[in-house]
């Protein structure tokens, strides 16, 4: 166990752990000499929560892309088991695949039906490697279209939750349709009548992303990523170089802060200190409190309303000057 | 998103052999095939709208000149040539991105990569969008993005075809997510068009690749190809990377691209006009008949049916 945590620490996090290691050492001793250290005990714990505070408040971009991507960060059957009182997960595209790199099916979310659906990392390496790292194959896309379309048939609102470095780019994927799959979900998903709101929960990557991202509200985690594409790869290109990861990671403008200014996302939701990895159920706890909200927000609209506004959210996006 | 490396493109076409009567091709008179290498009269190879006379290899066409080779004379009413981009991520890798924008404007002429405006076609109205791959690879930003958006809603609005030729490496990474999100943007528009009933048919030309394929590029009615075009969502370099393979020869070529199933035909550069022509009068109603698209639900089919007698 020890040795699991300190293969999945990051970097940045080494001085927290360094500090708990210490308490330890500190009850340890005390518990064999019996010797009162609680004022000690209790110094060094309130210095800890202030250095968590201090390391989270302020990661660079690269950083906050490595908590992202953090192998204990929850995933999107995390939240959904989290946040619904019942579900039950619906499988295949009806066109021949069913793609585990893509979940989704029916639940109940505070006493109303919903359709939940996203891109599933795996929990561990081999549930990773069946998952695919959650990049959707086409008929990824394709199985989240056919829930959507049923939401839209029986008036569930649609939740999706976005995680995935990038859809998947292989031979079959090409021979399927990749582009049609991505772009057919994008054009789809401004006629749906119910409401729709996405989440960003940890990586958004590219058009595998934004191909379940198109909705009424984008929110997303304090500490997710949403990206053009994987940093490493915009560095290949651009820097000639992949090691100029992190250059990429804070030139393109990946996290909520910047996104919230460029008017791409229109909530955070706030993690706990020391990110969602770190208490799961407090993130969970936020995440359904942003969604119910804003649920209630879009619910209150005519449907034609509802998408006229989903319409002319997307219309604006874009920066550009018109000389004359 | 889908990087097709038109870098690595770029290189390889701009290594001439240098063989040639040089001094001729750099007056310009005469052009060597980049397939066949047979060296062509310039005016006659432009006069076959940049296909070789020898192999049939399709040269990348400007838009301005595909302009020309689409529409009729003196009918071509250019929209939106003034927007440009500002940089909105203040972005630098080697260069920063307003100096490549200033340099590409100084080398093509065109303020962005994409060039649209209304127009006939065989006396048809449509409005027309053409990419252009010489300004950064026809890459998708906020100002491709929004000129494809308005000329959509302007076909919609007029009630008219949409054609766009597509040539892209996809998004445009230094304008970061502003530039993903054209994607969707291009594709709500889309949605109006088509459920105004009216017809879409994008031209698909040597490379269509990335945020441009995963958008408006495959969402069209009836999809038009270039022979032997790249067509692509992932580029091949990164496909071969992840899987340690070689892949064949014609992979993500127009002819596998159609046998997959996304591509209807693959029509030749000079059939290119009369083929959109028919298609387009295919779609016309039909005098003396009664078009359903074109009525409003609760328009009494039979009063219409009786004054057509
Ligand atoms: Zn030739």
């Given at each position: 166990?020890?040795?699991?945590?300190?293969?999945?620490?990051?970097?940045?996090?080494?001085?927290?752990?360094?500090?708990?290691?210490?308490?330890?050492?500190?009850?340890?001793?005390?518990?064999?000499?019996?010797?009162?250290?609680?004022?000690?005990?209790?110094?060094?714990?309130?210095?800890?929560?202030?250095?968590?505070?201090?390391?989270?408040?302020?990661?660079?971009?690269?950083?906050?892309?490595?908590?992202a991507r953090h192998p204990r960060r929850p995933s999107t059957l995390d939240?959904?088991?989290?946040?619904?009182?019942?579900?039950?997960?619906?499988?295949?595209?009806?066109?021949?695949?069913?793609?585990?790199?893509?979940?989704?099916?029916?639940?109940?979310?505070?006493?109303?039906?919903?359709?939940?659906?996203?891109?599933?990392?795996?929990?561990?390496?081999?549930?990773?490697?069946?998952?695919?790292?959650?990049?959707?194959?086409?008929?990824?896309?394709?199985?989240?279209?056919?829930?959507?379309?049923?939401?839209?048939?029986?008036?569930?609102?649609?939740?999706?939750?976005?995680?995935?470095?990038?859809?998947?780019?292989?031979?079959?994927?090409?021979?399927?349709?990749?582009?049609?799959?991505?772009?057919?979900?994008?054009?789809?998903?401004?006629?749906?009548?119910?409401?729709?709101?996405?989440?960003?929960?940890?990586?958004?990557?590219?058009?595998?992303?934004?191909?379940?991202?198109?909705?009424?509200?984008?929110?997303?985690?304090?500490?997710?990523?949403?990206?053009?594409?994987?940093?490493?790869a915009c560095a290949a290109i651009l820097w000639r170089d992949a090691q100029?990861?992190?250059?990429?990671?804070?030139?393109?403008?990946?996290?909520?802060?910047?996104?919230?200014?460029?008017?791409?996302?229109?909530?955070?939701?706030?993690?706990?200190?020391?990110?969602?990895?770190?208490?799961?159920?407090?993130?969970?706890?936020?995440?359904?409190?942003?969604?119910?909200?804003?649920?209630?927000?879009?619910?209150?609209?005519?449907?034609?309303?509802?998408?006229?506004?989903?319409?002319?959210?997307?219309?604006?996006?874009?920066?550009?000057?018109?000389?004359? | 998103?889908?990087?097709?490396?038109?870098?690595?493109?770029?290189?390889?076409?701009?290594?001439?052999?240098?063989?040639?009567?040089?001094?001729?091709?750099?007056?310009?008179?005469?052009?060597?095939?980049?397939?066949?290498?047979?060296?062509?009269?310039?005016?006659?190879?432009?006069?076959?709208?940049?296909?070789?006379?020898?192999?049939?290899?399709?040269?990348?066409?400007?838009?301005?000149?595909?302009?020309?080779?689409?529409?009729?004379?003196?009918?071509?009413?250019?929209?939106?040539?003034?927007?440009?981009?500002?940089?909105?991520?203040?972005?630098?890798?080697?260069?920063?991105?307003?100096?490549?924008?200033?340099?590409?404007?100084?080398?093509?002429?065109?303020?962005?990569?994409?060039?649209?405006?209304?127009?006939?076609?065989?006396?048809?109205?449509?409005?027309?969008?053409?990419?252009?791959?010489?300004?950064?690879?026809?890459?998708?930003?906020?100002?491709?993005?929004?000129?494809?958006?308005?000329?959509?809603?302007?076909?919609?609005?007029?009630?008219?075809?949409?054609?766009?030729?597509?040539?892209?490496?996809?998004?445009?990474?230094?304008?970061?997510?502003?530039s993903l999100v054209q994607m969707a943007k291009t594709a709500a528009a889309?949605?109006?068009?088509?459920?105004?009933?009216?017809?879409?048919?994008?031209?698909?030309?040597?490379?269509?690749?990335?945020?441009?394929?995963?958008?408006?590029?495959?969402?069209?009615?009836?999809?038009?190809?270039?022979?032997?075009?790249?067509?692509?969502?992932?580029?091949?370099?990164?496909?071969?990377?992840?899987?340690?393979?070689?892949?064949?020869?014609?992979?993500?070529?127009?002819?596998?691209?159609?046998?997959?199933?996304?591509?209807?035909?693959?029509?030749?550069?000079?059939?290119?006009?009369?083929?959109?022509?028919?298609?387009?009068?295919?779609?016309?109603?039909?005098?003396?008949?009664?078009?359903?698209?074109?009525?409003?639900?609760?328009?009494?089919?039979?009063?219409?049916?009786?004054?057509?007698?």
């Open positions: 166990m020890a040795n699991e945590r300190r293969t999945l620490l990051l970097e940045f996090e080494k001085p927290l752990v360094e500090l708990e290691a210490q308490i330890q050492q500190v009850r340890d001793k005390s518990s064999e000499f019996g010797v009162d250290v609680s004022e000690q005990i209790r110094e060094l714990e309130e210095r800890a929560k202030q250095l968590r505070y201090e390391i989270f408040s302020k990661l660079t971009p690269g950083q906050t892309l490595q908590v939240y959904i088991q989290a946040i619904s009182e019942e579900w039950i997960e619906l499988h295949g595209d009806r066109r021949g695949s069913d793609d585990p790199a893509i979940v989704g099916g029916i639940g109940r979310l505070n006493g109303q039906p919903v359709v939940m659906l996203g891109q599933q990392k795996g929990r561990d390496t081999k549930d990773n490697v069946a998952r695919n790292f959650g990049m959707a194959s086409p008929g990824g896309y394709r199985k989240a279209l056919r829930l959507m379309e049923h939401a839209n048939r029986f008036q569930m609102p649609i939740l999706t939750f976005i995680d995935t470095p990038a859809a998947w780019a292989g031979v079959d994927a090409e021979k399927f349709g990749q582009g049609e799959a991505i772009a057919y979900n994008l054009r789809e998903m401004f006629r749906f009548e119910v409401p729709i709101i996405c989440t960003v929960i940890g990586e958004g990557g590219s058009g595998g992303a934004l191909a379940i991202g198109v909705g009424d509200r984008l929110l997303m985690f304090e500490h997710a990523v949403y990206s053009v594409a994987p940093p490493e100029k990861a992190p250059q990429a990671a804070e030139a393109l403008k990946i996290t909520a802060r910047d996104l919230l200014k460029l008017g791409i996302i229109d909530e955070i939701v706030p993690e706990p200190v020391g990110a969602a990895h770190s208490n799961p159920v407090e993130a969970a706890e936020n995440l359904k409190a942003a969604l119910l909200r804003n649920l209630a927000e879009v619910q209150a609209l005519s449907s034609s309303e509802r998408r006229e506004l989903r319409y002319q959210k997307f219309r604006r996006m874009g920066v550009f000057s018109e000389v004359v | 998103m889908s990087l097709f490396d038109w870098f690595a493109n770029r290189r390889k076409e701009t290594a001439l052999t240098p063989m040639q009567p040089e001094r001729e091709i750099a007056d310009g008179l005469w052009t060597k095939c980049e397939a066949c290498g047979v060296m062509i009269y310039s005016k006659d190879l432009h006069g076959h709208q940049l296909v070789c006379p020898e192999c049939g290899h399709h040269h990348r066409v400007s838009s301005s000149e595909r302009i020309q080779q689409l529409i009729d004379p003196h009918t071509w009413r250019p929209l939106d040539e003034n927007l440009v981009s500002c940089d909105p991520l203040q972005f630098k890798d080697r260069k920063p991105y307003s100096d490549r924008l200033r340099e590409y404007q100084e080398k093509t002429g065109l303020k962005d990569a994409v060039q649209t405006g209304l127009g006939q076609l065989e006396g048809l109205p449509i409005a027309l969008g053409v990419m252009d791959f010489a300004f950064m690879g026809g890459s998708m930003g906020s100002v491709v993005g929004e000129k494809i958006t308005r000329l959509i809603e302007r076909a919609t609005w007029e009630h008219i075809p949409l054609v766009i030729v597509c040539a892209s490496g996809g998004a445009r990474m230094q304008e970061g997510m502003l889309l949605e109006r068009h088509r459920s105004a009933g009216l017809l879409y048919i994008p031209v698909l030309t040597h490379p269509t690749a990335g945020g441009v394929t995963a958008s408006f590029a495959m969402l069209g009615d009836i999809i038009i190809a270039e022979p032997k075009a790249t067509i692509a969502f992932a580029g091949r370099r990164v496909i071969e990377q992840t899987l340690r393979e070689k892949l064949p020869d014609d992979f993500q070529t127009a002819e596998f691209v159609q046998k997959c199933g996304f591509v209807d035909v693959i029509v030749p550069r000079t059939q290119l006009k009369s083929t959109l022509a028919q298609l387009i009068r295919l779609h016309q109603p039909v005098a003396g008949q009664v078009s359903s698209t074109l009525l409003p639900k609760s328009f009494p089919l039979m009063a219409m049916a009786e004054e057509s007698l």
